[in-house]
């Protein structure tokens, strides 16, 4: 059974730095399908970042603007989102994804079979 757990979150001010890391267990990071999504109160959820295939593509979302970066370590079967240059729009529960459905999409939440429990992230202006 794929597990996935989230850690770093936290509270920081605006321009700070967090990163996020995910536990994968029983499944590949090497050669599989990852990815970031956050939902704010009130939002639906939405893709952040993702890194699948091997050799490894990445994906971000238009408002990551070189902000954040997507990496994954195999030897720890762990997955990072390195962020900076945080504002206070980036607030909002991050949680890691695994899997592929048929209608995967790297930054669709819908396409993602298992999912983490969340971090939270609070930026403060």
């Known amino acids: 059974q794929v597990q996935l757990v989230e850690s770093g979150g936290g509270s920081v001010q605006a321009g700070g730095s967090l990163r996020l890391s995910c536990a994968v267990s029983a499944y590949s990071t090497s050669s599989g399908y990852l990815g970031w999504f956050r939902q704010a109160p009130g939002k639906e959820r939405e893709g952040v970042a993702s890194i699948y295939s091997a050799p490894p593509t990445t994906a971000y979302a238009d408002f990551v603007q070189g902000r954040f970066t997507i990496s994954r370590d195999n030897a720890k079967s762990t997955v990072t989102l390195q962020m900076n240059s945080l504002k206070p729009d980036d607030t909002a529960m991050y949680y890691c994804?695994?899997?592929?459905?048929?209608?995967?999409?790297?930054?669709?939440?819908?396409?993602?079979?298992?999912w983490g429990q969340g971090t939270q992230v609070t930026v403060s202006s």
């Open positions: 994804a695994a899997g592929r459905d048929a209608d995967w999409h790297p930054l669709r939440s819908s396409g993602y079979r298992n």
